[in-house]
């Protein structure tokens, strides 16, 4: 049904949303603080992926996670043994952010390159610990593009389709995506 799958696109939005939130701000912080002379060659292995189609990246990930797959190999060398194009959430969900997290990255560089830091050392000289300073300071600051970043990167992972086609294959990991693909190609097709 329908609400199932909103639900579970949902979900999944959500989760990789909050696992590209986890990967990327440490990223974009590192790049606009620490970065320096390695900035623009850190910056240029972030968009490098953008300069390969979107359906290729999904295609070298399906080899990747396979059964004779590198992730596959590696993971039997320490016993475990996983099926990661089997229908699994988890699958579809890394996918997601793998495929949209580039995009999370580059506002909130943008966005926090500009901050004043002058700020967080003047929050620091007044007695405010790191993480005081870090979440009174540079949350507040960098808050405009956390919302775009979050925005740029859950409008297409809502209407993804490709990720759950190529990585998982199953009605019980589909997405609104796929409903919205499918009804679009069976209504095209000519009626006899």
Do not use: C
Not at 9 to 25: D, E, K, N, P, R
Not at 66 to 76: D, E, I, K, T, V
Not at 140 to 155: D, E, N
């Amino acid at each position: 049904p329908l609400q199932g799958v909103v639900v579970r696109t949902f979900i999944y939005v959500l989760i990789a949303m909050a696992t590209s939130f986890a990967l990327g701000f440490p990223i974009a912080y590192y790049l606009a603080r620490h970065a320096g002379k390695r900035r623009l060659m850190l910056l240029t292995l972030i968009v490098l992926p953008f300069w390969v189609n979107y359906l290729m990246r999904m295609l070298a990930w399906v080899n990747l996670l396979s059964p004779s797959g590198f992730a596959q190999r590696a993971l039997s060398f320490f016993g475990v043994n996983y099926n990661w194009l089997d229908g699994s959430p988890i699958t579809v969900i890394l996918g997601l952010v793998y495929g949209y997290v580039p995009f999370l990255i580059l506002p909130l560089y943008a966005t926090l390159e500009r901050i004043d830091w002058r700020l967080v050392d003047a929050a620091r000289d007044l007695g405010a610990t790191s993480r005081q300073a870090f979440r009174l300071v540079t949350v507040p600051l960098a808050s405009a593009g956390l919302v775009a970043a979050g925005i740029l990167i859950a409008l297409p992972m809502f209407g993804d389709y490709y990720t759950n086609d190529l990585l998982s294959r199953s009605p019980n990991t589909e997405m609104l995506g796929n409903q919205i693909d499918f009804y679009i190609n069976n209504s095209s097709e000519p009626q006899n």
